[in-house]
């Protein structure tokens, strides 16, 4: 599931409630920078520019506690790329999203030998859920607070989203909050309290929906590609990515008429 596109659209969109429930802090005046970092790009899922603190804060948000690098290496590897383009303080936290047993979800630092990286740990199902429901753009993390009552949790929360006057957020926000909730609950349990023509009809579920479907098409061309004529270098590689679904539909057509590697690249150059 989309997990990650979900908590990247809640913080692109809504940095304030971030900012404001993490740091607990009154500063407004925040940027939201590109989370695309230097050298061998890695995206980071939020980085906010925090003028007034004169530092930055550093969001990753984590489904499966383990993952190759390690959290802890990507942790340091993220801070030290963020402090070589910006040369500020950073404030880094992970915010787990499903709950687990598993101890990595209480590691917050690397230590090797004399180097030691600290950073911050929130694991959403131990977080009083009230300032979450507070704010609508917190409020598809609230599905995982702590509960002792699953069920009006997400009846407090479906009332909260039907306070929201403005239709596109309120399609939006319901789309956030279905996807999220499934880490947790019973899919016809979500189904009693979340109208699913909202979640349909959401920019942002359409928007995953479409890039799902391209990763899919891409995918399959990519093996195709492979298997009839080796492997794929990596800058063609990379125009096949930039490539929209129309595109790969062109390509899955033209792909019959190839006979070897250069009639890819020829096409590809002539989409440019």
């Not at 959290?71 to 963020?82: A, G, N, Q, S």
């Not at 098409?217 to 990519?222: D, G, N």
Request: glycine share 2%.
């Amino acid at each position: 599931m989309p997990y990650d596109s979900i908590c990247r659209f809640l913080t692109s969109e809504y940095p304030l409630p971030f900012v404001q429930w993490l740091l607990n802090s009154s500063e407004t005046n925040i940027q939201v920078l590109p989370t695309e970092l230097s050298v061998e790009p890695i995206r980071s899922d939020a980085l906010f520019q925090l003028p007034e603190l004169g530092s930055i804060l550093h969001l990753e948000f984590q489904t499966v506690p383990k993952s190759k690098p390690s959290l802890p290496v990507r942790m340091l590897d993220y801070w030290l790329r963020i402090y070589r383009k910006y040369e500020c303080p950073i404030e880094q936290i992970v915010i787990f999203l499903k709950e687990t047993n598993s101890s990595a979800v209480y590691i917050n630092e690397l230590a090797v030998g004399k180097t030691r990286h600290e950073y911050k740990i929130i694991r959403l199902w131990e977080q009083d859920s009230k300032p979450l429901l507070a704010n609508p753009a917190l409020l598809p993390l609230a599905v995982l607070a702590y509960t002792d009552a699953p069920a009006g949790l997400l009846e407090q929360v479906a009332l909260e989203i039907d306070k929201i006057e403005e239709p596109e957020q309120q399609q939006n926000i319901t789309a956030c909050v279905e996807v999220l909730a499934a880490l947790k609950f019973d899919k016809q349990l979500i189904r009693q309290y979340f109208r699913e023509e909202l979640m349909e009809e959401s920019p942002i579920y359409q928007e995953i929906l479409e890039k799902g479907a391209k990763k899919g098409k891409l995918q399959t061309l990519t093996r195709l590609i492979s298997r009839r004529f080796g492997t794929i270098s990596a800058e063609l590689q990379q125009q096949l990515q930039a490539l929209s679904i129309n595109e790969l539909d062109d390509l899955s057509d033209a792909l019959f008429d190839f006979s070897e590697m250069s009639d890819l690249a020829v096409w590809l150059q002539h989409q440019q």
